[in-house]
């Protein structure tokens, strides 16, 4: 009663990075409650998978494994999921921001009518006084995003309805184990319990998954572009410069909007969020949107005409200038350098 839920997804027996991410931020708010964190992992063959989970802090994970219940299908991870927490009524439910948890996330919140906040970049525990209606709210989610296409950023809260639901993103949240001797209690539903017939009627005759070609979110350098580039042509110049230092091109969204980068590069709320021990943002002016997922970097360089650009009060070194001179001069520094 009252704890924590994380939905985990699981892809050929081994948990997702996002889930571990929200148990992580789990765990902390957990603490902060002083109430247990659970795992609801639903699908097929999961004999083993608490192992995977207990190291982050988990203090009970509940296993509804059954063959038709593997790969995704809506109906029966819904109508599981939405009568565990019927029963178990759990204050804060978290699940990852992926195709699963935006088709899971919306269905379950309507049918408990909890209400959802979706893409947050931060979970925090708070107060909250409603001045009109005389009441005072205490241990609320806050849950917060960037809003108005990312012109402010929004604090969300659900003083009334049961339980606080939330969407993350990959790579928002950090992954970090508690103790690899963490054990908890493993609980086995009984999926009969939990689905009806009607459930399965529909199947999954054939699946194709592809991978993707880029690979931003491990990178530890990233040469990232913004619509200050101002061209496709001119991101030659950012892979020739990621190239020499190994590392990987991004791009912001008004970048990818115009043309100058493909949306698999695209880093921000509405792409990847990456943590590298180098960014380096050019022509990028820096709106909450983007920067939402890029700030935890280790050291950021900004590469940017416009003194005044936003990025630059986050960056730790900042270079006026046109990148067309610049780029080109640490490529041929660098060169020279390294040899």
Not at 208 to 233: L, Q
Request: net charge negative; proline share 4%; hydrophobic share 35%.
């Amino acid at each position: 009663m009252n704890n924590i839920f994380v939905y985990c997804e699981v892809e050929n027996g081994i948990v997702a990075d996002v889930s571990l991410e929200l148990l992580t931020k789990g765990r902390k708010l957990a603490d902060q409650l002083n109430c247990q964190l659970e795992a609801l992992v639903i699908g097929s063959n999961l004999k083993g998978v608490e192992s995977q989970l207990f190291p982050y802090g988990v203090d009970r994970v509940n296993i509804a494994d059954d063959a038709r219940l593997e790969p995704y299908t809506t109906s029966p991870h819904t109508s599981i999921t939405v009568k565990l927490f019927q029963e178990e009524k759990p204050q804060i439910a978290l699940l990852g921001a992926t195709s699963i948890g935006r088709d899971l996330g919306p269905r379950v919140s309507s049918a408990l009518h909890s209400g959802l906040t979706a893409d947050c970049t931060s979970l925090e525990i708070g107060g909250h006084e409603d001045k009109k209606e005389g009441k005072i709210y205490e241990n609320l989610l806050y849950q917060i995003r960037p809003a108005f296409g990312g012109n402010i950023v929004a604090t969300i809260i659900n003083p009334d309805c049961r339980p606080q639901m939330a969407t993350v993103r990959e790579g928002v949240m950090k992954k970090e184990i508690v103790s690899e001797t963490f054990k908890g209690e493993v609980r086995e539903l009984n999926v009969n319990d939990y689905v009806s017939e009607a459930d399965f009627a529909v199947s999954v005759i054939e699946r194709h998954m592809e991978a993707s070609k880029v690979n931003i979110k491990n990178s530890s350098i990233i040469v990232a572009g913004g619509y200050g580039v101002g061209s496709r042509e001119n991101f030659a110049l950012l892979t020739q410069l990621a190239e020499v230092i190994g590392g990987e091109v991004g791009a912001s969204r008004a970048a990818v909007d115009a043309g100058y980068a493909d949306h698999d590069r695209q880093i921000g709320q509405t792409g990847v969020t990456v943590r590298p021990k180098l960014y380096i943002a050019c022509g990028i002016s820096g709106q909450v949107q983007h920067t939402a997922g890029m700030q935890e970097s280790s050291m950021i360089i900004s590469i940017n005409t416009d003194p005044q650009a936003p990025i630059n009060q986050i960056a730790d070194y900042v270079i006026n200038g046109d990148i067309a001179e610049i780029v080109p001069k640490m490529i041929k520094y660098y060169k020279k350098n390294s040899k």
